[in-house]
């Protein structure tokens, strides 16, 4: 069964960290871009980051930028968001999603494959 996994979320108080991690299971995510995304409630589901298939490409909604960080490590089929200085606006269910398509894009038509979400909830 090809599936993604994300975990890593909870409940973080305003400036808190959290890393989240998108694991693929019945596939690998070498030839996949990777991105995430995030739905608040009563909101769309918008692109957040996203890393080519290398890792040498990495792309910032500008909301996050400076803030967040993508990484991964083919090697553990594993790719993590790392969120700092996290703002009570972040709050959000994050997914992510791989890509065949070359390139790195928010444009969620072209992803294949997503997670189930994992909840991020940034609150005092």
């Known amino acids: 069964q090809l599936r993604l996994v994300e975990s890593g979320g909870g409940l973080v108080q305003p400036g808190g960290s959290l890393r989240l991690s998108c694991t693929a299971s019945?596939?690998?995510?070498?030839?996949?871009?990777i991105g995430w995304f995030r739905q608040a409630p009563g909101k769309g589901r918008e692109g957040v980051s996203c890393?080519?298939?290398?890792?040498?490409?990495?792309i910032y909604a500008d909301s996050v930028k400076g803030r967040f960080t993508i990484s991964r490590d083919n090697a553990k089929n594993t790719v993590y968001l790392q969120m700092n200085s996290l703002k009570p606006e972040d709050t959000a269910v994050y997914y992510c999603a791989a890509k065949r398509i070359a390139g790195c894009s928010y444009n969620r038509s072209f992803y294949n494959y997503w997670g189930q979400g994992t909840q991020v909830t940034v609150s005092s």
């Open positions: 019945g596939f690998t995510l070498d030839y996949s871009n």
């Open positions: 890393i080519s298939r290398s890792g040498g490409s990495t």
